[in-house]
């Protein structure tokens, strides 16, 4: 979405921010669409992302803490979705589809 509020394509994106981050941002988004969760468990997936390991950080340690603090919270949500064993295996797929590639 632009600054005045309007959407634009793959196209626009393209010329925006080039076409390996354009396509890195679809694939993310195809792949978050397939594994059909919730919005708060989708939700609780973006912090995982942006909490990605930097060396140049003074506390990594603390996103470290930050980022296994919301994948525990994921994972009780999906719990409180699912049975036991469809909340281990959504979880396991969220881990599966390597999220973290499209933002290193």
Do not use: W
Request: aromatic share 12%.
């Amino acid at each position: 979405m632009t600054i005045n509020g309007l959407h634009y394509s793959r196209f626009f994106m393209s010329q925006f921010i080039g076409k390996k981050t354009t396509d890195a941002l679809h694939e993310f988004s195809q792949r978050l669409h397939n594994l059909n969760i919730t919005q708060v468990e989708h939700s609780l997936i973006i912090p995982i992302v942006l909490c990605l390991p930097d060396e140049q950080l003074r506390d990594s340690e603390s996103v470290h803490i930050i980022k296994y603090c919301y994948m525990y919270a994921l994972y009780i949500q999906l719990c409180t979705t699912r049975t036991e064993e469809e909340a281990k295996s959504v979880f396991n797929n969220i881990l599966q589809v390597n999220l973290f590639e499209f933002f290193v």
